[in-house]
């Protein structure tokens, strides 16, 4: 499968350990179309940012690798949980649910050189 390098990717957490791993592949890979926004540019526990940074940018594919260090809860706060029922109200709608989103990871992961990304 050859993925479309001008496709619009946000990678949220790109400043990661994971996300900038990522990040360093797919530019190393021609994807030349990446949306990166630091915590400081784009809140996503923010509602109203989240939802208009994705009104305006559109991206194709969301890539979610933005976490916080220590775990499901951090310095006593618990996890925020993303809700996207505005975003589907606004017509988007995820493309891949979660658990097939984590079976296409896994295959991807065992045979990465076979999902395109070929020099």
Do not use: C
């Amino acid at each position: 499968m050859k993925i479309d390098r001008n496709l619009k990717l946000y990678i949220a957490g790109h400043t990661g350990l994971v996300g900038s791993a990522l990040t360093r592949y797919t530019k190393a890979n021609g994807f030349n179309n990446l949306l990166l926004k630091s915590e400081g540019e784009l809140d996503l526990t923010n509602q109203k940012q989240t939802l208009d940074f994705f009104q305006s940018e559109r991206p194709d594919y969301v890539i979610l690798t933005a976490a916080k260090v220590g775990g499901i809860i951090t310095n006593g706060t618990p996890r925020k949980l993303v809700d996207i029922t505005k975003l589907n109200k606004l017509g988007w709608h995820s493309k891949t649910s979660l658990e097939d989103g984590i079976k296409r990871t896994y295959e991807w992961y065992v045979k990465k050189d076979k999902l395109g990304f070929e020099n």
